[in-house]
């Protein structure tokens, strides 16, 4: 294949994922509450100038974020520029994960071949985790970036023995830190001094070559984390060290008990319905990697299944044999991985037998259009959720692109036309997204309808006007909060609320569905917006 042609096709994957990420991307409100949770903090940092400690609520000093600020500083300068939307908050982040997509065809390329290179980044772009990520600007595409930066430079450090790309390694695992704190050292340096000691690739190397550059890769690294620690230690004093290195990360990573033995199946789900549509063909994959490595042959592509085997199991284990919190996008990092692995295998046994793929794909696919008819036609789920035809139009189109996707995947297989099953699935896959993200555009208004709550509340009273949630049931504010302009309040009791009404002469107060006020509050409602209802004083 000529490089014209190679060139062309990396340049229709990169368009692929500008349009999957960035498509309507404005048009609708954040989706994770973590998302505006971190866009406030943000917009804090506008607000009150304190770019040092993070906090969400800036007027309880005692409560700061447990997080590194690199990827809020980010979102403070872009929101200080162009303004405070949802289009800013992603249009950094929509194109890093576009990035993210061309760095796993780069280190595919070092590793293997074009072919299986590219071929890894439509896979990884068209996962279904990955998508979900790639438009909400959280901090694991940033993590994941320099994560895979960290290693595309080790792969370059091997090869060439350039030693500067020590220090580049060093730069990017310092970024990894500050963007998510001690995990974006901790999961790259046990990837790479594993594969460094399991491959081998000590016999390459003098001990008396590394005895400068060391040194100088930890100034890099300290020079790019320690600024901000040491000036959070300075400010908040050893209680910053007890949350950020105590509590919020070696306690929480031992586990809190809130999921108790979890861990390992969750992740393992997390994976198989993470990566749809290609989880159809991770068993496989997986067995032909270690397969490969059991040979034991002194080759380059073999050392390069062994570097991805070792970077999902590390990032998996890490994760899954902790008892703490668990979330799915945690194992985001090593969704590349995978990704190679997977178009690996395709690429050498494209024209071999595919059975164990095609019944996969028949069985996936038969299973989620059984789901997609239990939702639309059993009759006692519309007592189950609320707003179930609202949810079910968001949801159907994603779930039969993904059914059918599978379905005729699994009927081309059978055929023994493999390559033509897996380009199938890739178009069905980006049409399928492509329709969901317009039908989500279309019904967020009332399925999240807390930035109509709030824009309402915007325009119709003044800003300093005191504003409070009631959610005695609990409930998450942060969505609420962050297209608030007047400071939002949570309030936990009804003793809460009526201190609230007694200090303030005038007041706002919010309450979500089904949460109803005391019947001695003497508020007038004013507004009921997709059941979210506006009270005044």
């Not at 001990?207 to 100034?219: D, G, I, N, R, T």
């Not at 019944?359 to 059984?370: H, N, P, R, W």
Request: charged fraction near 15%.
């Amino acid at each position: 294949m000529s490089e014209v042609m190679q060139r062309l096709q990396v340049q229709i994957l990169i368009i692929l994922c500008l349009f999957l990420f960035t498509f309507q991307m404005g048009n609708y409100p954040f989706l994770d509450g973590d998302a505006t949770f971190y866009g406030q903090i943000s917009k804090n940092m506008i607000e009150h100038g304190d770019w040092i400690t993070l906090r969400f609520d800036h007027n309880d000093p005692t409560y700061f974020v447990d997080k590194p600020p690199l990827t809020m500083w980010v979102t403070a300068v872009l929101f200080k520029i162009f303004g405070t939307n949802e289009y800013v908050a992603r249009s950094w982040h929509n194109l890093l994960a576009v990035f993210c997509v061309w760095l796993t065809y780069l280190i595919g390329l070092r590793l293997f071949k074009h072919q299986i290179a590219l071929l890894a980044g439509f896979i990884m772009a068209t996962s279904l985790q990955f998508f979900y990520q790639a438009r909400e600007p959280l901090q694991d595409i940033p993590l994941l970036a320099f994560f895979l930066l960290s290693f595309y430079f080790f792969l370059l450090l091997l090869k060439h023995k350039k030693f500067g790309y020590v220090h580049l390694i060093a730069l990017f695992t310092g970024l990894a830190v500050m963007t998510k704190g001690p995990v974006g050292l901790l999961i790259p340096g046990l990837v790479m001094f594993i594969y460094f000691i399991a491959g081998k690739e000590y016999e390459n190397f003098k001990l008396k070559e590394y005895l400068v550059h060391l040194p100088l890769a930890l100034l890099v690294f300290l020079l790019v984390t320690l600024p901000w620690h040491i000036a959070e230690y300075l400010k908040e004093g050893p209680t910053f060290l007890n949350f950020y290195f105590g509590e919020r990360t070696l306690v929480r990573y031992l586990g809190t008990g809130s999921f108790p033995g979890s861990a390992l199946p969750s992740y393992l789900g997390y994976l198989v319905a993470g990566f749809l549509p290609w989880t159809i063909f991770l068993f496989q994959a997986l067995i032909a990697a270690v397969k490969q490595i059991k040979s034991r042959l002194a080759d380059d592509e073999v050392n390069g299944v062994l570097f991805l085997v070792i970077w999902l199991v590390v990032v998996f284990c890490f994760f899954a044999l902790s008892p703490g919190r668990i979330f799915m996008r945690y194992l985001l990092p090593l969704f590349p991985a995978v990704a190679l692995l997977i178009a690996k295998y395709l690429h050498e046994s494209v024209n071999s037998s595919f059975t164990w793929a095609g019944i996969s794909a028949l069985f996936t696919g038969i299973i989620i259009s059984l789901l997609t008819v239990f939702l639309n036609y059993i009759p006692a789920f519309p007592s189950v959720i609320p707003n179930k035809y609202v949810y079910l139009s968001v949801l159907n189109p994603l779930l039969l692109g993904l059914s059918s996707g599978l379905l005729l995947c699994a009927y081309f297989i059978f055929r023994k036309e493999a390559r033509k099953a897996i380009y199938l699935l890739i178009c069905f896959i980006s049409m399928s997204y492509l329709i969901f993200t317009v039908a989500l555009v279309k019904n967020t208004p009332v399925l999240l309808p807390e930035k109509q709550v709030a824009q309402y509340i915007n325009i119709t009273f003044p800003a300093n006007m005191p504003s409070a949630k009631y959610m005695p049931a609990g409930g998450g504010v942060t969505m609420l909060s962050f297209y608030l302009k007047p400071y939002l309040k949570c309030l936990r009791n009804e003793a809460e609320l009526q201190e609230f009404l007694s200090n303030n002469g005038q007041a706002v107060v919010i309450i979500e569905k089904e949460t109803v006020l005391p019947g001695n509050t003497n508020m007038a409602l004013v507004n009921d917006i997709s059941g979210w209802k506006v009270y005044r004083k």
